[in-house]
């Protein structure tokens, strides 16, 4: 059994959770009216929204083999345990760059903190590496 895995894993399957159900409703109060709103504003719309349900596969696999790490039903696999941590890491610079890139204020930092998220995952999963 390792801790660091299995936190990871719980932090993940929390958030699948959340971005399904909680994720989902707020995405779809910004739908634009596909009648009357520009066309590529509804296909803009449209497109980040089919990418939204693909980050919810990205958490549930994740959070399935975090798991399975953790819990020892999957050995120890230095390639996937790297993959893991990249991605994390990844998800964590990318988001702030796109901040950064959009002059996100202070407080859209604050209210879109998934980057802290991302950093907690990859600190977990490097934990869980050197543990």
């Known amino acids: ?13 929390a958030a699948f ?11 779809s109060e910004a ?10 504003a509804y296909e803009a719309w449209l497109m980040g929204r089919c990418g939204f349900q693909m980050i919810s596969v990205d958490l549930a696999l994740a959070a399935t083999f975090v798991l399975l ?9 230095f390639a996937l345990e790297l993959l ?3 991605v994390f890491g990844g998800w964590c610079v990318f988001w702030l760059v796109a901040l950064l890139c959009e002059k996100a204020g202070g407080r859209r930092y604050l209210r879109l903190c998934h980057w802290a998220l991302f950093l907690v995952l990859f600190g977990l999963v490097l934990g869980g590496m050197l543990g």
């Open 1 to 13: 059994m390792n801790g660091w895995f299995l936190a990871a894993g719980t932090l993940l399957a």
């Open 17 to 27: 959770f959340v971005h399904v159900f909680s994720g989902n409703r707020f995405y």
């Open 31 to 40: 739908r634009p009216d596909a009648a009357t709103a520009p066309s590529r």
């Open 69 to 77: 790490l953790g819990t020892g039903a999957l050995p120890r696999n």
């Open 84 to 86: 893991l941590l990249l």
